[in-house]
């Protein structure tokens, strides 16, 4: 068969391009079968880890049984803590599908002072979940109030004149007010004649020109207590459940023991507290008294 030169070139020039096209369609294959391309890697599963209860501002008794709860996906076990500004642990490894705990608060509403436990009224605390495998993947509350079993019964005053309230002991069942003067008196306790009151509180008006313990300092009883005893009565600021009260001990004319008073102001309103020290209780039922309180 005879062929045109134009024939022949475009012959030549087909069996180029199909040489090539072999040449790179093997070289794909075995770059392939030398370099397989790697599986693609599972999918992971989702992980998430929610707390359900508490989410915070709840109130909780001491001693009482409270279920934290969550919501897990992907997670084996996990680790359930408390805090008050240390941590604690409530329970570890803790099977994630359980969903809940049962946990019963005690022992904490107290505080070491020096190597002596100092009650608390109430604390705040915040509850914590997490993995135990992947701590960084937790969930945690706001703060919740925690109450002492002791405190949680008890009474409470509030005063909407000048806008604060605490609690008290359930015995002090007689409440009398005179004025600006609240005395708070256990009428069925024994005593001969007429009872004294167990717990006084006083509300003045202070000039803002004077620090508070400078105008303390000026009050008629405390100035008597260097005639009386020959020692001027020496004052401190403690915080406690975040209010700032200045404490200062007189003596009593009457049982001869010291008088523990608490003042804390706000715009130019003082209240005063005044507790008998004649128990060995006395001094631990005001300061509980005193943890209690809260501006409205």
């Known amino acids: 068969m005879n062929l045109t030169k134009g024939t022949l070139q475009l012959t030549i020039l087909l069996g180029v391009v199909i040489l090539i096209l072999v040449g790179i369609v093997g070289y794909l294959v075995w770059k392939v079968q030398k370099h397989p391309t790697p599986p693609t890697p599972p999918t992971p599963p989702q992980t998430s880890l929610k707390l ?6 709840e109130v909780w008794k001491e001693r009482e049984t409270y279920k934290i709860k969550w919501e ?7 680790n359930i803590e408390y805090g008050d500004g240390k941590s604690y642990f409530v329970v570890q490894d803790y099977p994630a599908d359980k969903g809940e705990y049962e946990w019963t608060p005690q ?48 009474k409470v005053y509030r005063n909407e004149e000048y806008g604060f309230e605490f609690r008290y002991p359930n015995e002090w069942n007689n409440v009398k007010q005179t004025g600006d003067t609240i005395m708070f008196i256990n009428s069925s306790s024994q005593y001969s004649g007429e009872r004294p009151a167990d717990f006084v509180v006083r509300i003045y008006q202070k000039p803002s020109n004077l620090l508070l313990e400078e105008w303390v300092k000026n009050l008629k009883d405390i100035k008597s207590e260097e005639e009386i005893t020959g020692r001027i009565p020496k004052g401190f600021f403690e915080e406690l459940n975040g209010h700032s009260f200045y404490l ?4 009593s004319a009457l049982s001869a023991t010291f008088i523990k008073n608490a003042f804390i102001e706000k715009k130019g309103v003082v209240v005063r507290f005044s507790k008998d020290l ?7 039922i005001i300061d509980l008294i005193l943890q209690t309180f809260s501006w409205l």
Do not use: C
């Open 52 to 57: 359900l209860y508490p989410k915070g501002e």
């Open 72 to 78: 897990a996906k992907g997670v084996k076990k996990v």
């Open 248 to 251: 200062i001990k007189t003596t």
């Open 107 to 154: 022992g904490i509403v107290e505080q070491y002072e020096g190597f002596v436990m100092k009650p608390l009224a109430e604390v705040q605390i915040k509850i914590s979940i997490w993995d135990s495998e992947h701590p960084n993947l937790y969930d945690k509350s706001d703060d919740i109030t925690l109450i002492s079993q002791e405190t949680a019964d008890w």
């Open 278 to 284: 004649v128990k060995r209780e006395d001094e631990r």
